[in-house]
């Protein structure tokens, strides 16, 4: 088996897989952009003579859900006899995130694939330098910043819609999604839906019903879902109650807990709206009554603090300045009634962890690679000992098993008493006990348990560079799984690290991260 390992490591790459993808199926409907990459990545194999096993022209985003094409290629990838190189135009039509380079990397390192990005006349192999290791790092890297550049865009372009009145998305119930004269997304109203919705708000106004018997008359009057997966179907009472309780229909949209005026047209009136509320707040059935303030904003460090004064919940919240500008800032719930703990702008405290943990924890791309190397390595070892410990710990639980049953043959054939039998037997059970103990701890660490070791100081490594371009939704995640016991101070965050982060800003030596690794398994397994 070493052998054949190694034959296919040194062997030369005659044998390659075409990979080209857009990221979205209206692109690929398209065709121009698929076609141009095929082509291109073709010729390519035909002039360095590589023959073509598979070709892999695909329509699927690199940075949501689960890559299921990607994963098809690599899994074929390895099926493969041989060595196989992977072909692509450019690195970030194979992947625009490191969350991809592991198992590429895995398989490049086993010598069971080559990569060759053409653009960037780069080929990844076995014995790839560290210059070329990490100049395909910062092609990642790149590719990840065109990603979250793209993203701001779309934000920026949606923020703009927004301030002019313009739905994004899906208009609700009652309304159609279409194009104007130049083509572009506007909204209209659905004429048989409309006055569906007018009639279900006129009736509740009444008083007269509840949510089941205006669901009930829904019904009646073909109130029709218009949802693809169940067109045809009538609405259910969850979306009747959506319905009743949505501004959109009087002509406000509630976008990120704001309320900002549209300009469709209107289904109801903002009076009859009103009264509906009222009756929903009288029967004691609506969860709505403060839907602005209700409104989840995606904080950082929400549900993280607690006042070091008082004990009370630190929330966050945005505040707009006389200019029109907004800030978000941290502040004790009890600020009204007998805390006097002051708010602190949320990028000081932001501030703070940079100094105090994120730049601690950081390294150079060049040091990123081989420190991988290193963990995998050494958990790899690790595992292999555990595997020798546990088969011997486990023979020597048999042995003691066998010699407890010829001593309950002994007892049965009447050669021991019962005093010595007990005796003996609660020390051979007390032997066992001791080393189902040290099995317990020598633990075997499978692909899974590896990964996310590797992913946690992955994140480490990179956790500046992640954290001032994550979501305040992803902050929140990495601010969860870095910190525990937050209090507020004054102006001051006190906290206390989760394992292993705590260990690493202590460390001044990345050398030592492996080992830091290892003393993990036991929390990971």
């Known amino acids: 088996m070493i052998r054949r390992k190694k034959k296919m490591q040194n062997e030369k790459c005659t044998q390659a897989i075409l990979f080209a993808r857009v990221s979205s199926k209206k692109q690929k409907d398209k065709g121009v952009s698929l076609d141009v990459q095929m082509e291109t990545i073709t010729k390519y194999c035909h002039d360095k003579g590589l023959k073509i096993i598979k070709d892999f022209s695909i329509d699927e985003s690199s940075t949501k859900g689960e890559r299921k094409q990607y994963h098809e290629m690599l899994d074929f990838a390895k099926s493969c006899l041989g060595k196989v190189a992977i072909v692509v135009n450019y690195v970030d039509r194979l992947q625009r995130n490191y969350d991809d380079t592991y198992e590429l990397n895995k398989l490049r390192k086993e010598g069971k694939i080559e990569v060759h990005f053409l653009r960037e006349q780069l080929i990844i192999h076995k014995d790839s330098n560290s210059l070329e290791i990490n100049f395909w790092n910062m092609h990642v890297l ?24 313009k739905c994004q998305g899906y208009a609700p119930l009652g309304y159609l999604n279409t194009k104007d004269e130049n083509y572009r997304s506007t909204v209209i109203l659905d004429e048989v839906r409309a006055p569906i919705i007018t009639k279900l708000f006129e009736e509740y106004a ?18 029709y879902t218009k949802m693809k997966s169940r067109r045809g ?67 950082a ?5 607690k006042c070091k004064e ?6 966050p919240a945005t505040a707009i300045k006389k200019n029109g500008l907004k800030y978000r800032h941290l502040r004790c719930a009890n600020y009204k009634k007998c805390c006097h703990q ?32 290193q963990i995998l390595r050494s958990l790899t070892d690790t595992s292999k000992l555990n595997t020798t410990i546990k088969i011997n710990v486990t023979k020597k639980i048999n042995e003691l098993k066998i010699k407890e049953d010829k001593l309950l043959d002994f007892y049965l054939e009447g050669k021991l008493t019962q005093d010595i039998y007990d005796m003996k037997k609660a020390s051979i059970d007390k032997e066992i006990k001791g080393l189902e103990n040290t ?6 660490i499978d692909n899974d348990a590896k990964n996310k070791i590797v992913n946690i100081f992955t994140i480490a490594g990179n956790i500046s560079y992640i954290f001032q371009h994550a979501s305040p939704s992803r902050q929140n995640e990495l601010l969860k ?22 260990m690493l800003v202590k460390t001044h030596n990345v050398k030592d991260w492996k080992d830091i690794a290892i003393e993990m398994i036991e929390d990971i397994i």
């Open 342 to 373: 002051s708010s602190v702008m949320e990028y000081v405290i932001f501030e703070q962890l940079e100094k105090d943990v994120f730049s601690k924890l950081s390294l150079p791309l060049n040091m990123q690679e081989p420190l991988k190397e």
């Open 439 to 444: 099995q317990e701890k020598y633990k075997t």
């Open 481 to 502: 799984m870095l910190l525990k016991d937050c209090q507020l101070n004054g102006k001051r965050l006190e906290y206390t690290l989760r394992k292993p982060f705590d």
């Open 142 to 165: 790149m590719a990840n910043a065109q990603v979250n550049n793209m993203i701001d865009k779309v934000k920026a372009s949606q923020a703009k819609n927004w301030s002019l009145g």
């Open 233 to 299: 179907n009538f609405v259910s009472k969850n979306t009747i109650y959506d319905i009743l309780t949505n501004p959109f229909y009087y002509g406000e949209m509630c976008i990120k807990g704001e309320f900002m005026p549209h300009v469709y047209p209107h289904i109801v009136s903002r009076s009859l709206f009103d009264k509906v509320q009222e009756i929903f707040a009288q029967n004691g059935n609506h969860n709505r009554n403060n839907s602005e303030n209700q409104a989840k904003y995606t904080y």
């Open 206 to 223: 009444t008083g007269n019903h509840s949510i089941d018997s205006i669901w009930q008359l829904s019904k009646n009057l073909g109130l």
């Open 310 to 315: 008082c004990g009370g919940l630190i929330t």
């Open 301 to 305: 460090f929400r549900g993280l603090i």
